[in-house]
C-alpha cells in the first residue's frame, strides 16, 4: 500500500514539474540565458546594454507581435521584411522638413501596410489560397515597388521631429540613460495586443480559428472577416515597425528588412506559439524577441562572429519546432 502511495506521489510531482516547465518553461530559459551571459561577459547586466538590446529588437518584436496573430489563426506571413522596406521608403517620402507634419509620414507607413494586409488577407480568406504562397508573391510585389518609389536610391534628408521617432529618448539628463521612444512604441504594442487577444472576444475567435476553423464557423464566427483582419493587423504594424526603422537610420532604405521576417517567426515559434494555430501568448512572443536578442548581443560581446549567430538561430528554430510537434503528439 505504502509503495502504491509514494508511486502515486512521484507521478505527481513529475506531472506538476512536467507543467510547470510547460507553463514556464519560456521564462526559464530566458532566466537562464540572462544568467550565462553575465558570467560570460561583466558587460551584459550593464542598464546600458539592457536598454541597448531593447532598442534592437523593437522592430523585431513589433514585427513578431503582429505575426502571432497570423500564425494564431494557422497561417504564415513571409513578407514582413518587404513590407516594412516599402513602409519604410513612403513614409521617408513624406518627412522631409518642412513639408507635412510628423503625424503624416507616420500615418503614410502604417496605411501603406494596411494596404498590403488587405491585399494578403482578401486572397488568403476569400480566394483560399495558402498563405505563404500569397505572401511570398507580395514579398516581390513589395520589393519592387519600394525600389520603384525611392527610384532605387535611399530616401535621405528626413526631417528631425520624424527621426526622434527612432532616436530619441525620453527623460535622463545630462550625461545620464535616457529611455528610447522606441522602447515605450514595443512595450505600448504589445500591452494593446496583449489586451485585444485575452481580454476581448475578438481575441477568442483569433484562437478559436487556430484550434478549429469548422468549429468555429458553426458557432457563429465569421471566419473570413477574422482572417482578413489578422493580415491587415500583422502588416500595420510592420509598416509601423518600417516608419520606425527609416527614423532609426535617418533614411528611407528600399533595400532593407532582408531576413526581418524569419527573425519575427522564429521569436514566434520560440514563445511557444503553434504553427498550426490555436495556441501561443503574446508574452511568449516578446520573450522569444528578447531570447534571440540577448543571444545576437551576448555573441556580439564575447566577439563571436556574427556567420555563428546565424547558424545558432537556425538551431533554435528547428528546436523549438520539434517540441511543439512533441507536445502535439503527447495531445
Given at each position: 500500500?505504502?509503495?502504491?502511495?509514494?508511486?502515486k506521489?512521484?507521478?505527481?510531482?513529475?506531472?506538476?514539474?512536467?507543467?510547470?516547465?510547460?507553463?514556464?518553461?519560456?521564462l526559464?530559459?530566458?532566466?537562464?540565458?540572462?544568467?550565462?551571459?553575465?558570467?560570460?561577459?561583466?558587460?551584459f547586466l550593464?542598464?546600458k546594454?539592457?536598454?541597448?538590446?531593447?532598442?534592437?529588437?523593437s522592430i523585431?518584436?513589433?514585427?513578431?507581435?503582429?505575426?502571432?496573430?497570423?500564425?494564431?489563426?494557422?497561417?504564415?506571413?513571409?513578407?514582413?521584411?518587404?513590407?516594412?522596406?516599402?513602409?519604410?521608403?513612403?513614409?521617408?517620402?513624406?518627412?522631409?522638413?518642412?513639408?507635412?507634419?510628423?503625424?503624416?509620414?507616420?500615418?503614410?507607413g502604417?496605411?501603406?501596410?494596411?494596404?498590403?494586409?488587405?491585399?494578403?488577407?482578401?486572397?488568403?480568406?476569400?480566394?483560399?489560397?495558402?498563405?505563404?504562397?500569397?505572401t511570398?508573391?507580395?514579398?516581390?510585389?513589395a520589393r519592387?515597388?519600394?525600389?520603384?518609389?525611392?527610384?532605387?536610391?535611399?530616401?535621405?534628408?528626413?526631417?528631425?521631429?520624424?527621426n526622434?521617432i527612432?532616436?530619441?529618448?525620453?527623460?535622463?539628463?545630462?550625461?545620464?540613460?535616457?529611455?528610447?521612444?522606441?522602447?515605450?512604441?514595443?512595450?505600448?504594442?504589445?500591452?494593446?495586443?496583449?489586451?485585444?487577444?485575452?481580454?476581448?472576444?475578438?481575441?477568442?475567435?483569433?484562437y478559436?480559428?487556430?484550434?478549429?476553423?469548422?468549429a468555429?464557423y458553426?458557432?457563429?464566427?465569421k471566419?473570413?472577416?477574422?482572417?482578413?483582419?489578422?493580415?491587415?493587423?500583422?502588416?500595420?504594424?510592420?509598416?509601423?515597425?518600417?516608419?520606425?526603422?527609416?527614423?532609426?537610420?535617418?533614411?528611407?532604405?528600399?533595400?532593407?528588412?532582408?531576413?526581418?521576417?524569419?527573425?519575427a517567426?522564429?521569436?514566434?515559434?520560440?514563445?511557444?506559439?503553434?504553427?498550426?494555430?490555436?495556441?501561443?501568448?503574446?508574452?511568449?512572443?516578446?520573450?522569444?524577441?528578447?531570447?534571440?536578442?540577448?543571444?545576437?548581443?551576448?555573441?556580439?560581446?564575447?566577439?563571436?562572429?556574427?556567420?555563428?549567430?546565424?547558424?545558432?538561430?537556425?538551431?533554435i528554430?528547428?528546436?523549438?519546432?520539434?517540441?511543439?510537434?512533441?507536445?502535439?503528439?503527447?495531445?
Amino acid at each position: 500500500m505504502f509503495r502504491n502511495l509514494d508511486a502515486k506521489s512521484n507521478m505527481l510531482k513529475r506531472n506538476d514539474a512536467k507543467s510547470l516547465l510547460s507553463k514556464y518553461g519560456i521564462l526559464i530559459a530566458l532566466v537562464v540565458l540572462i544568467v550565462v551571459l553575465s558570467i560570460a561577459t561583466p558587460n551584459f547586466l550593464q542598464i546600458k546594454n539592457f536598454l541597448n538590446v531593447f532598442r534592437q529588437i523593437s522592430i523585431s518584436a513589433i514585427l513578431a507581435i503582429g505575426a502571432t496573430f497570423v500564425v494564431l489563426t494557422g497561417g504564415i506571413d513571409l513578407s514582413l521584411g518587404a513590407v516594412v522596406a516599402i513602409t519604410g521608403v513612403s513614409a521617408a517620402m513624406f518627412a522631409h522638413p518642412g513639408e507635412y507634419p510628423t503625424v503624416v509620414p507616420v500615418l503614410v507607413g502604417i496605411g501603406v501596410g494596411v494596404l498590403f494586409g488587405l491585399f494578403i488577407g482578401v486572397i488568403v480568406a476569400k480566394a483560399n489560397v495558402a498563405s505563404f504562397i500569397v505572401t511570398l508573391g507580395v514579398t516581390t510585389i513589395a520589393r519592387g515597388g519600394a525600389l520603384l518609389i525611392a527610384d532605387g536610391r535611399p530616401v535621405s534628408n528626413l526631417d528631425p521631429s520624424f527621426n526622434w521617432i527612432g532616436n530619441g529618448e525620453i527623460g535622463g539628463a545630462e550625461g545620464q540613460i535616457g529611455f528610447p521612444v522606441m522602447i515605450l512604441i514595443m512595450l505600448a504594442v504589445f500591452l494593446v495586443v496583449w489586451f485585444v487577444l485575452n481580454k476581448t472576444k475578438y481575441g477568442r475567435y483569433v484562437y478559436a480559428i487556430g484550434g478549429n476553423e469548422e468549429a468555429a464557423y458553426a458557432s457563429g464566427v465569421k471566419v473570413d472577416r477574422v482572417k482578413m483582419s489578422v493580415y491587415v493587423i500583422c502588416s500595420g504594424l510592420a509598416g509601423l515597425a518600417g516608419v520606425m526603422q527609416a527614423a532609426r537610420i535617418e533614411v528611407g532604405q528600399p533595400s532593407i528588412g532582408v531576413g526581418y521576417e524569419l527573425d519575427a517567426i522564429a521569436a514566434v515559434v520560440i514563445g511557444g506559439t503553434s504553427l498550426s494555430g490555436g495556441v501561443g501568448t503574446v508574452v511568449g512572443t516578446l520573450i522569444g524577441a528578447l531570447i534571440i536578442g540577448f543571444i545576437n548581443n551576448g555573441l556580439d560581446l564575447l566577439n563571436v562572429s556574427s556567420y555563428y549567430q546565424q547558424i545558432i538561430k537556425g538551431l533554435i528554430i528547428i528546436g523549438a519546432v520539434l517540441l511543439d510537434v512533441k507536445t502535439k503528439q503527447k495531445r
